[in-house]
Structures are given as structure tokens and as C-alpha cells.
């Protein structure tokens, strides 16, 4: 028999045994056991399962010291956990109580399905989580975003310096670990406040994909940010919306080196 028809004969007959219950009004439970141990060592952590999130077991401890409630983990015939693995390892390292179900034949698919129903975590979930845990360059963020409000990732780029997305270590996933360090503030506001007060010329300076050229072109040593506001001042010049950072990038370079004799490559 395959894991596939296993877990369906176990649905049909769990769903058999419901019925029965539910047939009879004197059985008020749902048939479900939930056992308790303190035998750590009999639980297992199965491979596929997502990475632990430092900052979520740091409030769960938090949450467990204050009131630890019965908030069963669920695991399969073999004991590999299939949904707690944060729980486990936060009531383990307290010498708590490990309340758990067993459902048999739950595998890498049941997890998956469970993960996707499950609320994941916003931006603001972890910039909070952080900042009470003291660390204060979530806390500087904070106070840039409601600022600035710039797209929160731009607001990161900004601040760190380097892109979001791409690659391993991408600057977004560390920024939800923990990991974030500001490379010079002074020089990120200087950046937001020219950026700002590029509203008046371009009601889209908000823009994802315009933050994205102006981020570039201010790590480009041939652009000169108060040249490019002179250029903006002369009427027939105008930022027109993009759908591509490039084709900004294409289009201040031509305001740029307008009616100039020495033209200049903003594009690299």
C-alpha cells in the first residue's frame, strides 16, 4: 500500500469514527488524544521542514514564561514533528511539557499545506519583534519609514547600501533574521531628502522602479544630484513614468546631457 493510500484509509476511517462520535450526544469530545511528555529525545525534526526563526523562538520563550498554555505539536507515527517544531524546541529548552497528537502517515506534503495555511509573518511583524529586543538599527528603519515612506525594501536599500533580492545571504531574508546593519546613516538621509524634494518636479518620485534609478545613480561618481535639479528647473524637461529602471536611468540621462556640450554616461 502507498503513503497516498495509507493516509487516505486513515482519513476514511477517522471520518468513520467521527461520525460515530457525533451519532452520540453524551461523547462531547472530538476523539482527538493529546498526550504530554517530558521525553524529549523521542521527537524527531524532519529534514524538509522550514529553518527556525531565532526571533520567533525568542517571543515564544517570552509567551512561555509568562503563561505557558497547552498549544499541542502534531507529529506522525514515526514521532517526526510535522508542525511545532518552535514550540518543541522553546519547551524543551524551558524543562516544559511537550503536549502532542500523533496522526499517522503525515509527510513533507501535510507540512507544506499546513505552512501555507498558517499566517506568515509582514515586515512590520519582525521590524517589531527586533526592536523589543532591543536592537536599535530596526528601530532607526522604523523611524526612516514613517519618514520617508518609501516602499520599506527602497527604505532597506537605503540604509544598508546594497539591493534586496538575488542570490544567497539577500539582504531582505537577513533583515528578517536579525541581521542589519545601517552603512552610514547621515549619508542614507541625504539621499532620502533628495529624493524628496524631487516631489515637486515628478509626483512619481515613489515609484519603485524611479527609487531604483535614483538609488543607482547615486553610487554613480559621474552624476551630480544638484546638476540634474538645474537640468529639471528648465520647463521643457520632465520625468515622465517608466515601466523599467533602466528606461529612468535612460531618460535622466537625457535631461541630463541636454543642450550640454560634454555629454556624460549615466548607464554604467
Given at each position: 500500500?502507498?503513503?497516498?493510500?495509507?493516509?487516505?484509509?486513515?482519513?476514511i476511517?477517522?471520518?468513520?469514527?467521527?461520525?460515530?462520535?457525533?451519532?452520540?450526544?453524551?461523547?462531547?469530545?472530538?476523539?482527538i488524544?493529546?498526550?504530554?511528555?517530558?521525553n524529549?529525545?523521542?521527537?524527531?525534526?524532519?529534514?524538509?521542514?522550514?529553518?527556525?526563526?531565532?526571533?520567533?523562538?525568542?517571543?515564544?520563550?517570552?509567551?512561555?514564561?509568562?503563561?505557558?498554555?497547552?498549544?499541542?505539536?502534531?507529529?506522525n507515527?514515526?514521532?517526526?514533528?510535522?508542525?511545532?517544531?518552535?514550540?518543541?524546541?522553546?519547551?524543551?529548552?524551558?524543562?516544559?511539557?511537550?503536549?502532542?497528537?500523533?496522526?499517522?502517515?503525515?509527510?513533507?506534503?501535510?507540512?507544506?499545506?499546513?505552512?501555507?495555511?498558517?499566517?506568515?509573518?509582514?515586515?512590520?511583524?519582525?521590524?517589531?519583534?527586533?526592536?523589543?529586543?532591543?536592537?536599535?538599527?530596526?528601530?532607526?528603519?522604523?523611524?526612516?519609514?514613517?519618514?520617508?515612506?518609501?516602499?520599506?525594501?527602497?527604505c532597506?536599500?537605503?540604509?544598508?547600501?546594497?539591493?534586496?533580492?538575488?542570490?544567497?545571504?539577500?539582504?531582505?531574508?537577513?533583515?528578517?533574521k536579525?541581521?542589519?546593519?545601517i552603512?552610514?546613516?547621515?549619508?542614507?538621509?541625504?539621499?532620502?531628502?533628495?529624493?524628496?524634494?524631487?516631489?515637486?518636479?515628478?509626483?512619481?518620485?515613489?515609484?519603485?522602479?524611479?527609487?531604483n534609478?535614483?538609488?543607482?545613480?547615486?553610487?554613480?561618481?559621474?552624476?551630480?544630484?544638484?546638476?540634474?535639479?538645474?537640468?529639471?528647473?528648465?520647463?521643457?524637461?520632465?520625468?515622465?513614468?517608466?515601466?523599467?529602471?533602466?528606461?529612468?536611468?535612460?531618460?535622466?540621462?537625457?535631461?541630463?546631457?541636454?543642450?550640454?556640450?560634454?555629454?556624460?554616461?549615466?548607464?554604467?
Amino acid at each position: 500500500m502507498t503513503h497516498t493510500e495509507k493516509r487516505q484509509m486513515y482519513r476514511i476511517t477517522n471520518n468513520k469514527k467521527q461520525e460515530k462520535m457525533e451519532s452520540n450526544s453524551e461523547v462531547k469530545n472530538t476523539g482527538i488524544i493529546i498526550k504530554k511528555t517530558f521525553n524529549y529525545k523521542m521527537f524527531k525534526i524532519l529534514d524538509s521542514n522550514r529553518e527556525l526563526n531565532n526571533l520567533h523562538l525568542k517571543r515564544l520563550e517570552k509567551s512561555f514564561i509568562n503563561n505557558y498554555l497547552i498549544n499541542p505539536i502534531i507529529v506522525n507515527e514515526n514521532n517526526y514533528i510535522i508542525d511545532g517544531q518552535h514550540r518543541y524546541t522553546v519547551a524543551r529548552k524551558l524543562n516544559l511539557p511537550i503536549y502532542f497528537i500523533e496522526i499517522p502517515f503525515y509527510k513533507l506534503e501535510e507540512i507544506q499545506i499546513l505552512n501555507i495555511n498558517q499566517k506568515n509573518w509582514n515586515l512590520n511583524d519582525y521590524v517589531d519583534g527586533y526592536i523589543s529586543l532591543g536592537k536599535k538599527e530596526y528601530k532607526i528603519y522604523k523611524d526612516f519609514l514613517n519618514k520617508y515612506k518609501f516602499p520599506p525594501m527602497k527604505c532597506i536599500e537605503i540604509l544598508t547600501g546594497k539591493k534586496t533580492g538575488g542570490g544567497e545571504n539577500r539582504v531582505d531574508d537577513l533583515f528578517k533574521k536579525g541581521v542589519f546593519n545601517i552603512q552610514d546613516l547621515n549619508k542614507s538621509i541625504s539621499i532620502a531628502e533628495k529624493i524628496l524634494s524631487l516631489k515637486g518636479y515628478y509626483e512619481g518620485y515613489k515609484r519603485s522602479s524611479f527609487l531604483n534609478a535614483m538609488i543607482t545613480l547615486f553610487n554613480n561618481d559621474n552624476f551630480d544630484f544638484d546638476f540634474f535639479i538645474d537640468k529639471l528647473k528648465i520647463k521643457s524637461n520632465k520625468i515622465v513614468d517608466c515601466t523599467k529602471t533602466k528606461d529612468y536611468i535612460l531618460l535622466i540621462e537625457e535631461i541630463y546631457n541636454k543642450k550640454s556640450r560634454n555629454k556624460v554616461n549615466l548607464r554604467f
